[in-house]
């Protein structure tokens, strides 16, 4: 385990087994939640994404859910060492029992960054893991749809990141639980390259029209970021 500072006074427990990736801070920077949202992050590992948002003033309350109780046991380490707890809550529990712990309609924002693989597509990790993070082992883009349904708010927004030839399906399990996809914005490394990350936004209830956005640019030339993803990374590249 090591710590990774955020910002120059908050700093986030990873480890081997439990660390993040560009897709999460993209997904934290998309969803970006208002100071008096209630909010909750599916499938939480590491905590990268509540994290963020308490850094950045992102919302008054916030649940991270995790299967995994060792994830769960580095970021309550972390809400503890950052004196978060009174903010940032963290449930070891399936997201598929998340209906029963938490009241219906309870948040404003629910993100979650999914297995982006099929139960039964690719080579699976021969470690647990990664088996759970990289595969739908444990939930489907349904489970999590129907899991938002019943925990936001009417008009609450799911945001999800996933992979552009999944963004179908995708779209597909939201409308089948009257999430209606809102907001799309795809990510590549660069402008000649072909976007490897979708970003949706559905709200609950919404009416039928959803925005596809400008493509979002890692990098504008070569091993030089784009502006936008020079803001995005902040306070946590200036400590890099």
Known sequence: ?????????????????????TDALLLADFASPKRYDICCDFGTGC???????????????????????KACSQLTRSVKANDLHDKLFVCNADLKEAPRIFPCGKFDVITMNPPYKAENAGIKSQKENEKIARHETLCNLRDITKAASKLLKFGGKLCICIRPERLFETMEAMKEYKIEPKALRL?????????????????????TGITVKNNLFIYKSKDVLSDEMTRILGKYREDM
């Not at 990774?4 to 700093?11: K, T």
């Not at 905590?47 to 309350?61: Q, S, T």
């Not at 990510?187 to 009416?207: D, F, Q, T």
């Open 1 to 21: 385990e090591h710590i990774e500072y955020l910002s120059r006074d908050l700093g986030l427990i990873v480890s081997k087994e439990h660390t993040f990736g």
């Open 187 to 207: 990510v590549a490394a660069s402008p000649e390259k072909a976007p490897w990350l979708c970003l949706v936004e559905g709200r609950l209830g919404g009416k």
């Open 47 to 69: 905590g990268i994404i509540p994290m963020l948002w308490c850094r950045d003033g992102c919302g008054k309350e916030i649940s991270a859910v995790e299967i995994q109780e």
